[in-house]
């Protein structure tokens, strides 16, 4: 079976600073990994996704995450964060063949202007 | 290309009744897949359907069922509501059958059991 640790269900950050949200997979065979953003009363947006290519993967927004096997982590980094970033975001997991996705906790980023 | 749509937006129902909540996925969509969303449990898999049969479900009672129609649509049901099914509900659609694919969810439906 397939999991996902979010570290720190809240994190602050202040307007232009590195943002840094972290999550740590455990699975028994290469997974696909996600991150996606919700912002309030709205449904999921797919930020970025590894699926075996590239370790290193650049999404929306000017998101980016690395895939590191050896530590089972993909955590997700902006350089510089922008007010219009205060969200939740969810890190999940899938496997090949199945549809189910496996989502961490999440993390609510706040900015502090 | 819309987005997935999903009906009712915003859902009060009584403890025992029933509720049928509908999703329309990404037009050549094939799969659809229903999650549940709740401040104690996070984000939880309810089931997953492909052309109209139900591939994968999660670990929820006999109460939640779900079924997809030849277009693609979906409609999930809960019977007996109980108070605890109070949350917001998530379809996602995907072209499934290809590696790593992504899921496009909808805006929900947020149900409250009084």
């Known amino acids: 079976a397939q999991s996902v640790t979010q570290l720190g269900s809240h994190v602050s950050v202040s307007e232009g600073a590195l943002v840094l949200l972290r999550c740590n997979y455990s699975s028994s065979v290469p997974p696909y990994l996600f991150w996606y953003v919700q912002y309030p009363n709205q449904g999921l947006q797919l930020l970025l996704k590894y699926t075996s290519a590239a370790t290193l993967v650049k999404g929306i927004n000017g998101f980016e995450a690395e895939f590191k096997k050896s530590e089972t982590s993909f955590h997700l980094t902006k350089p510089s964060a922008h007010m219009s970033d205060a969200a939740e975001y969810f890190c999940?997991?899938?496997?090949?063949?199945?549809?189910?996705?496996?989502f961490g906790t999440g993390t609510r980023l706040t900015i502090i202007p | 290309k819309a987005g997935v749509t999903q009906t009712p937006r915003y859902l009060i129902k009584t403890r025992g009744q029933q509720v049928t909540l509908s999703c329309s996925p990404i037009?050549?969509?094939?799969?659809v897949s229903w999650y549940q969303q709740t401040p104690g449990q996070g984000l939880q898999f309810l089931f997953e359907y492909f052309s109209e049969t139900q591939r994968n479900k999660g670990n929820f009672p006999g109460r939640f069922s779900g079924r997809q129609f030849s277009n693609s649509r979906s409609e999930m049901n809960v019977s007996t509501l109980e108070l605890g099914d109070s949350a917001l509900y998530l379809c996602?659609?995907?072209?499934?059958?290809?590696?790593?694919?992504?899921?496009?969810f909808g805006p929900g439906t947020r149900l409250t059991v009084l």
């Open positions: 037009s050549g969509h094939r799969s």
């Open positions: 996602a659609s995907s072209s499934a059958g290809l590696a790593g694919n992504e899921q496009f």
């Open positions: 999940a997991v899938r496997l090949f063949g199945n549809e189910k996705l496996t």
